[in-house]
């Protein structure tokens, strides 16, 4: 009697389990995506600021760059760090900061992040990261790639900020329109994590 319902157990998890997995293009969210992440000195006024203020030099001298379709590869905007590194430091050096700044290109874990008009499963996405002094303040983070932080007043993502994601991606992450795969998706990727 009991070796009877084991195969319909079986093939009943294996049908719970390839429902919930997502699919490649819901997965391919982590490699179309560039995440911009600011680590500030301090949680000072002055230092938080500051951090603020270097987002915006970054976007604003940056801008045309995030808007180009690197082609699947997204490690072209590795190229800049020396170059961002070095603006960096100038602007905080105008501003008269007493530290200087590091800029790497690197995959980082981020938890769930809900914007105004999308939300980002966690899990490891490629980072271009700013660490302002002894980087121990309040970070900032946004999307880099494709560009959706480019409009600085506002967390909803300009008409075609999207262009860099597939129809699967953009449905996963617009507000309303993810699913129980979005919530899959985050626990295997939390798992991946451990």
Not at 57 to 81: A, C, M, Q, S
């Amino acid at each position: 009697m009991k070796h009877r319902f084991t195969p319909f157990i079986t093939l009943l998890l294996c049908t719970l389990v390839l429902m919930i997995l997502p699919t490649e293009a819901e997965a391919k969210i982590y490699e179309d995506t560039v995440r911009l992440h600011i680590l500030a000195n301090s949680d000072s006024e002055e230092d938080q600021n500051l951090k603020l203020r270097i987002r915006d030099d970054i976007l604003l001298t940056y801008k045309d760059i995030l808007k180009v379709e690197p082609n699947g590869n997204l490690r072209i905007f590795e190229e800049y760090t020396d170059e961002i590194e070095m603006y960096v430091n100038a602007r905080l050096s105008e501003y008269g900061a007493p530290y200087r700044a590091h800029v790497t290109f690197r995959e980082e874990w981020y938890d769930t992040r809900e914007y105004e008009e999308f939300t980002l499963p966690c899990g490891t996405y490629l980072s271009l990261v700013v660490h302002l002094g002894e980087g121990e303040g309040k970070n900032w983070w946004c999307v880099m790639y494709p560009p959706l932080c480019l409009d600085l007043a506002t967390d909803a993502p300009r008409d075609d900020a999207f262009l860099g994601y597939g129809e699967g991606e953009v449905n996963l992450i617009q507000k309303g329109k993810y699913n129980v795969k979005f919530k899959a998706l985050e626990l295997f990727s939390s798992l991946l994590k451990k």
